[in-house]
């Protein structure tokens, strides 16, 4: 079988790569002060259309793409539809709550600093150690 590229060329084409996403990085940021404010939130100046679309492609992770492919082979329409829907429908869910939640911590980065602000030290390392849990789940 004949390979695409040698290992060497592989390396060369990651580090390529990865310096012109670099130099792309630092020409699209050049002027901006680099704050946590603006990592984080980009100085939460982004306007609802791109958020939007940002979030979207976010929750869109690859693992999904990959589920919601072996739900319709395995299931066909019936099992994309049930995959397919309460995720577009959780997406909906969070875009209601957004007013409510920017008016209660406009200054917010995530939920887990919310809980920390709201009600504790102590509820904020339960809700981690959950999250944590869930995101180790070995069940597959």
């Not at 002060?33 to 929750?59: C, D, G, M, Q, Y």
């Not at 589920?67 to 539809?81: D, H, I, N």
């Not at 944590?132 to 070995?138: F, I, M, P, R």
Request: proline fraction near 4%; hydrophobic fraction near 50%; charged fraction near 15%.
């Amino acid at each position: 079988m004949k390979t695409l590229f040698t290992s060497g060329q592989g390396y060369l084409l990651i580090i390529v790569y990865s310096m012109i996403m670099i130099g792309l990085t630092l020409l699209f940021t050049w002027g901006f002060r680099h704050t946590k404010e603006f990592f984080l939130v980009a100085n939460r100046r982004i306007k609802r259309w791109p958020l939007a679309l940002s979030i979207t492609a976010t929750w869109i992770w690859a693992p999904a793409l990959f589920v919601s492919a072996q739900k319709a082979y395995q299931q066909g329409l019936t099992g994309l539809f049930w995959f397919t829907v309460p995720n577009a429908g959780c997406l909906i869910l969070f875009g209601l709550f957004i007013p409510q939640i920017q008016k209660r911590i406009p200054k917010g980065y995530t939920l887990s600093g919310y809980i920390k602000d709201r009600f504790s030290d102590r509820a904020n390392s339960v809700f981690l150690v959950e999250l944590a849990g869930l995101g180790n789940d070995q069940r597959r």
